[in-house]
């Protein structure tokens, strides 16, 4: 079992439409969740950490955590074409010393 | 400097040959981590120093691979002996503090080796 699985993808949703990311992770341990957004070519970049399970709002995006199913999601409101992308989630281990991530899971969002 | 500095950007090398791979974080970091993205796949985790000391290399997946980072700021990846197998983007990131469950990572560039 892969530590971190996401959604394989691709993704495709309409302009304007909700995208839903899921996330599923083996160490219960687990402490803290990353989604991180990756365009075609660049470097990974931050956008949501969440620590408590439940809901955490920023903006279009709304992270969710559920520890006892070792589930975390990524929902993207309103979606844009600017959101097509690969979106990672991250997870640190028990240990916290590093952060795996995930395959990732490309999300196109059409005009 | 501003953000996570990595050179070189590119580097194509032939299989047997010895590279390096250099970054330099941002500014104050005491945490550094290497990873490695192949085509399609997520980052695959390397190694974390913690200052000067690497705290877990445990994902260097063999003896051609080895890291330093001797005065706590920069940190150069080195490979012996490259194989094909070994041509992906290098990533490197940093972060200002560490402690368990809030690591959050700031990126670099890549520098993107290319194995013939």
């Known amino acids: 079992q892969k530590e971190v699985e996401q959604n394989s993808g691709p993704l495709s949703v309409p302009e304007g439409a909700i995208a839903s990311l899921n996330c599923t992770y083996s160490d219960r341990g687990s402490q803290s969740f990353f989604w991180y957004r990756q365009y075609s070519g660049k470097s990974p970049e931050l956008i949501m950490s969440i620590y408590s399970n439940g809901d955490k709002e920023d903006g279009r995006f709304t992270a969710q955590l559920n520890k006892a199913s070792q589930y975390v999601s990524l929902l993207i409101r309103d979606s844009q074409p600017s959101d097509s992308a690969t979106y990672l989630c991250a997870v640190n281990t028990a240990s916290g010393s590093r952060l795996t991530f995930g395959e990732g899971t490309q999300l196109t969002v059409n005009p | 400097g501003a953000g996570v500095s990595q050179t070189p950007s590119n580097k194509v090398t032939e299989k047997g040959k010895y590279v390096e791979l250099r970054c330099d974080p941002i500014s104050g970091h005491t945490a550094l981590y290497w990873y490695r993205q192949s085509l399609g796949q997520g980052p695959e985790f390397l190694i974390y120093?913690?200052?000067?000391?690497?705290?877990?290399d445990s994902g260097l997946p063999n003896d051609r691979f080895f890291a330093v980072r001797p005065e706590g700021s920069v940190s150069t990846l080195k490979i012996q002996r490259t194989e094909r197998g070994d041509s992906a983007v290098y990533l490197c990131?940093?972060?200002?503090?560490?402690?368990?469950?809030?690591?959050?990572?700031?990126f670099g560039a890549g520098s993107r080796l290319t194995v013939l």
């Open positions: 120093f913690q200052g000067t000391g690497a705290a877990d």
């Open positions: 990131a940093s972060t200002g503090s560490y402690s368990s469950g809030a690591n959050v990572l700031t």
